[in-house]
């Protein structure tokens, strides 16, 4: 008998991804989505779509002492919105109803991945000779990392020694991805932007890497709880993908330095004039100090070594990839 696995966040970017890695090692595929979800990229992997309140612990209760799940990654969270308090509620409030009725539900449940995010712990200064690793106190910088900062806490006080293993990716990329996108279809014009003037030393993970970890983190044998710090394992500049994007389509690019000042100046304006928009605006002066940020450069050493993490994928070959399937279905 297949052993189960329960996703959350299955019909977004990494869900969607997570649900094929995981019907391709044989697992029953059980998708969390909302009704308004889009699920058609999803339904070739999915065995069973199920539709719970995930701030709700006896709806989830109830699904899980029927579904009896072996596995469980929790992948869904709210990455934008003007209200800090409405993402502490998801973002934390629908981990913790999770993990309660997970602990509580009567089923064989061997592991439970959250993915959670390097914002939580934030970037370091650029002349840091080491790499953010496991040990690295909080500081992240925006609404998104304090929610999943908060969640990691909640976590540790309340579930600290339960089977979960807590991951914190890098910035994500890949086929389907629609942020990083917004570069590559500047790039697509020509241009090749950048805020200030200041190097940066940057990190990625493509995106298949990433559920083939997060997959590993609910499958392989570990103790207790157990934080894990995930990219490809290399450092790039800030000029790598643009680098890239020109050999691979072999274009020119025009690259221009936009003073920090004044795009400081535009967030502030920006801000201003959403202010009472439930949208949020591309540029903000929390989202600016991330972009501009001095070093994301991650150790990975600890999933390397308790999970035999081994990224398939460095930057020039997942974007490759990724480049050649928005052109192949017209995002470029």
């Known amino acids: 008998m297949k052993k189960k696995i329960f996703i959350t966040g299955a019909s977004g970017f990494v869900g969607s991804h997570l649900t094929e890695a995981a019907q391709s090692l044989g697992l029953e595929v059980h998708a969390a989505v909302r009704n ?38 929790h992948a869904a969270a709210m990455t934008k919105t003007k209200s800090e308090e409405l993402m502490k509620n998801v973002n934390v409030g629908y981990t913790e109803a999770l993990l ?9 449940l061997e ?19 080491g790499l953010i690793d496991e040990s690295f106190p909080y500081h992240p910088l925006t609404v998104y990392g ?25 910035a994500v990329y890949g086929p389907r991805e629609k942020d990083i996108f917004i570069l590559f279809d500047t790039m697509r014009r020509g241009l090749d932007p950048y805020i200030g003037t200041n190097p940066q030393k940057l990190s990625f993970i493509y995106v298949k890497d990433l559920v083939d970890v997060l997959l590993k983190g609910v499958m392989t044998p570990q103790e207790g709880m157990q934080f894990y710090n995930i990219s490809d394992g ?14 691979i389509f072999q274009k020119k690019l025009w690259r221009m330095h936009v003073p920090l000042g004044l795009v400081k100046g535009i967030a502030q304006i ?56 928005y052109k192949e279905n017209k995002w470029l």
């Open 36 to 73: 308004s979800s889009k699920t058609t990229d999803i339904e070739p992997f999915v065995d069973k779509f199920v539709y719970p309140n995930l701030g709700n612990t006896e709806d989830l209760l109830k699904l899980f002492d029927q579904e009896k799940y072996s596995y469980i990654i």
């Open 234 to 247: 290399q450092v790039y500049s800030r000029y790598a993908m643009a680098e890239i994007y020109k050999d």
């Open 270 to 325: 920006s801000q201003f004039l959403y202010r009472n928009s439930p949208k949020t605006p591309v540029i903000y002066p929390e989202r600016l100090g991330e972009l501009t940020a001095e070093n994301w450069g991650v150790d990975i050493t600890h999933a390397q070594s308790q999970l035999g993490f081994d990224p398939k994928y460095l930057l020039e070959d997942g974007l490759k990839e990724s480049l050649l399937w």
């Open 111 to 129: 592991r439970i991945a959250y993915v959670s995010s390097l914002a939580a712990i934030g970037p370091i200064p650029y002349a840091n000779e």
């Open 100 to 108: 309660h009725a997970a602990f509580k539900a009567d089923m064989p």
């Open 146 to 170: 304090r929610s999943k900062k908060e969640s990691e806490i909640m976590i540790q006080n309340n579930f600290t020694d339960e089977r979960i293993s807590i991951f914190r990716p890098t």
